[in-house]
């Protein structure tokens, strides 16, 4: 969860991912450092804010805000990241996102053609993306993303031809799966077996490592037999994110649910005492999890699926993931580990702190969150020409009185989230119930990373802080739930 806090905590929060993600992949100097360049030309974003984000890692997912730019008046922009290996990055503007790889020492000229930014009051972007639609100009034939699109566009043609043998509803046929990988390796590998000839062939890991999760999703290749080809007595390329893809596809869920020879339950009893030693070792009597580093990964993997299980104390769990990192001999290990705690919300069980925003409200005077610090705060993000925000905005109306007489220490807080500042205004001002919607109101000013800090994916959502500014629940009821009642 993130968002504006409003310059300084989300300053500070970029410079701690920043500094994981330089000590991940050994990168100093990575502030002053860049060796990539994505400059172009947008047909009708002059104004809005651009940023380019990667991943710190493959396990947290921890997103890295490498650099952002806002569109000048003419549309050109320009952003810029530093890259010691072929690396996927993303550019977002507003709630629209395309990615791709961005290869050491290369500049980019891409082209952003006229766009309709309010799809998204048509249609619910979260659950049905809508690309940005990017174009690269003047890129060689060879060039990694065509490469990878050519090889895509193969598979996706072999597939669609063939779709009754790889479809999971009927019987699907292994061989074909063999033939497709033969066609496909000959193919953009250009050779016969198929091989990555060279170590440091990027193309051909990605695609060695797309066909192998390709196959171990749709069942046509035993989890161990893969384990054996890509991963034991092989280095661990932790800055490879297409392998640290496969890593974590083949150990999924084979931990942490329990195994042949160890219940869940002692699992969850060894976390409870934080006991890594053990749990380490006895997870270790799997032929699969001999090699000490493959382990202690996967054993990381299974932890971070642990904090979802409720089979397991998620605070429990923080402090086994601290333990692994700090006992490690591996600073990877130490450094995805920490990542891991940063990003599932901290060491101890203690619920973040939702951080803080300034935003305008109907009369354009800037309100800071913090101002109702001490109170419990219900926010409603909605939308006021939306029938579902209405009703839901009409019962917050009916209980306001009630609510504000019982407990004076509540505020309701509406967060307009209308692109328009007037859609707002006009509701408030100039409608026939306006009056009736009487407290503080503000406009989400185009912020959608502070959107998406919250969870706001539809409208209206709801959350309630409490008074020392965490919030309460994780999904906060609805005034139409009758919540209000209790409130």
Request: glycine share 6%; net charge neutral; charged share 30%.
């Amino acid at each position: 969860m993130r968002v504006k806090s409003y310059q300084v905590t989300k300053l500070r929060q970029m410079k701690k991912s920043i500094i994981l993600a330089a000590l991940l992949l050994g990168v100093t100097g990575l502030w002053a450092q860049t060796n990539v360049l994505i400059s172009g030309t947008s047909a009708n974003a002059a104004g809005k804010r651009m940023a380019l984000y990667g991943y710190n890692d493959m396990l947290s997912m921890t997103e890295v805000l490498m650099d952002e730019t806002v569109v000048d008046s003419t549309g050109r922009f320009a952003l810029r990241c530093y890259a010691n290996y072929p690396r996927l990055v993303y550019v977002e503007v507003e709630c629209y996102s395309q990615s791709f790889y961005v290869e050491p020492g290369r500049n980019y000229e891409v082209w952003l053609p006229e766009f309709d930014w309010s799809v998204d009051e048509r249609r619910n972007v979260y659950l049905d993306p809508e690309p940005l639609p990017l174009e690269f100009l003047h890129l060689p034939a060879d060039e990694l993303n065509l490469r990878i699109g050519r090889y895509e566009a193969l598979v996706d043609s072999i597939v669609s031809a063939e779709r009754v043998f790889f479809d999971p509803r009927y019987k699907p046929d292994r061989r074909r799966m063999d033939t497709l990988e033969l066609k496909v390796r000959s193919s953009v590998l250009g050779n016969k077996r198929g091989e990555v000839r060279d170590s440091d062939d990027f193309f051909g890991r990605y695609v060695e490592y797309t066909l192998a999760e390709m196959a171990l999703n749709m069942r046509f290749a035993k989890r161990d037999r893969l384990i054996a080809k890509y991963i034991a007595d092989k280095p661990v390329r932790y800055y490879d994110e297409q392998y640290m893809r496969l890593f974590l596809a083949l150990y999924a869920e084979s931990i942490s649910h329990g195994t042949r020879r160890i219940a869940q339950e002692r699992l969850v009893a060894w976390v409870d005492e934080c006991d890594v030693r053990r749990y380490a070792d006895s997870i270790g009597l799997d032929p699969l999890l001999r090699n000490e580093r493959v382990r202690e990964l996967a054993m990381l993997e299974a932890l971070r699926e642990s904090y979802y299980d409720r089979a397991y104390s998620r605070e429990a769990v923080l402090h086994m993931i601290e333990r692994v990192g700090k006992e490690s001999k591996f600073e990877e290990h130490k450094e995805l580990a920490a990542a891991l705690v940063e990003k599932l919300g901290g060491v101890g069980g203690q619920e973040q702190e939702v951080k803080s925003f300034v935003l305008p409200d109907v009369e354009h005077n800037m309100v800071d969150l913090d101002s109702f610090r001490g109170k419990w705060v219900y926010m409603a993000f909605v939308r006021v020409n939306e029938a579902a925000s209405q009703a839901e905005i009409e019962t917050m109306a009916h209980f306001r009185d009630s609510v504000y007489a019982r407990n004076p220490n509540v505020v309701f807080v509406g967060i307009s989230c209308d692109r328009e500042f007037q859609k707002m205004y006009h509701f408030l001002k100039n409608s026939r119930k306006g009056h009736r919607y009487n407290w503080t109101w503000l406009h989400y000013d185009g912020d959608y990373r502070l959107l998406e800090h919250y969870g706001v994916v539809s409208y209206p959502t709801f959350v309630l802080l409490r008074p020392d500014g965490k919030p309460q629940y994780e999904l906060t009821p609805t005034p139409a739930s009758g919540f209000l009642l209790k409130l």
